[in-house]
């Protein structure tokens, strides 16, 4: 990975047009043949714990050698989108911390990054307050998309006008309730780092959301969680969350970096399920599930489960 020098500027400029380039560059990667009702499908790719690393790993890297990569994802988004009518791209949090360029630009680059690749909605993880409230909104001018939490409350504090507990995003008839979760500060993140924004009850929150978001007749709801996705210890997860809550379609994850293969399905009455994934970390994988809307008020979820960002770009 590159490690900023005194000429680092110029080459965040360098990197930022070199994703550009390769994003629409003849890379060899899989993909999926458009659905037949365009208008009525819904593609959502999703990313979780990016940690700052934009570049891949390297070739003799232990565990991950030669994986991940912006540039990758970005050429691979691009070629989904031309592909499918309707395609949302969502973050789970912990983009900041992880590699020099963190360290050096405070998350400038990473932001500008997920901003050339479109991003629609991100949340926040305990890692993007390394920098401080306040270096964090230095950065959010750098962000074109929304960030989306409904348990940290903002409210007064100078993030308030950068968050909001949710989003709702229309596809021709379809409505797509998006809203944020975010893990307790507390042994995670020192209290002057997050002046003027506390935690509240993720459970209890969700719930006021979720029912918030069906008064607005929204089809289908996702949460952005950053809660982790289990633990033995009585913390609460995406596991407990699913339970506890039975209005969410599907909890895209992160925290814990747990890569699943597939996503969890959890049953609840009157045959409604909740569906959990999560990506790992360092963007080694790009989340994918596709939504299909027999009519609007029975979407069909397809698991696709996750792309691998290597060499050829295979499924997990």
Known sequence: MLHPNNNSRMHRRRFLKSLSITAASGLSLSAFKATAEQSQSLVILHTNDTHSWLESFPKDHAQFPGLGGAARRAHLVNQIRSQNQNVLLLDSGDVFQG???????????????????????????????????????????????????????????????????????????????????????????????????????????????????????????ICLSHLGYRYKKDLVSDINLAHEVPGIDLILGGHSHTFLDRPDHIRHQKNSETMIHQGGWAGIRLGRIDVRFSSLNHPVRQEIGSYLMDRDNMIA
């Open 99 to 221: 590699t020099p360029y963190f360290n050096m630009f405070g998350g400038e680059v990473e932001f500008k990054v997920m901003s050339a690749m479109k991003y629609d909605v991100g949340t926040l993880g305990n890692h993007d307050f390394d920098g401080g409230v306040d270096g964090l909104v230095k950065q959010m001018p750098h962000a074109s998309f929304e960030f989306v939490s409904a348990n940290y409350n903002v409210k007064g504090s100078v993030l308030e006008p950068y968050i909001r507990p949710y989003t709702i995003k229309r596809f021709g008839e379809m409505k797509i309730g998006i809203f944020g979760l975010g893990i307790e500060f507390h042994g995670r993140v020192l209290s002057n780092l997050h002046r003027g924004v506390s935690y509240e009850d993720p459970i209890l929150k969700a719930r006021q959301t979720v029912d918030e978001l069906k008064s607005n007749n929204c089809q289908f709801i």
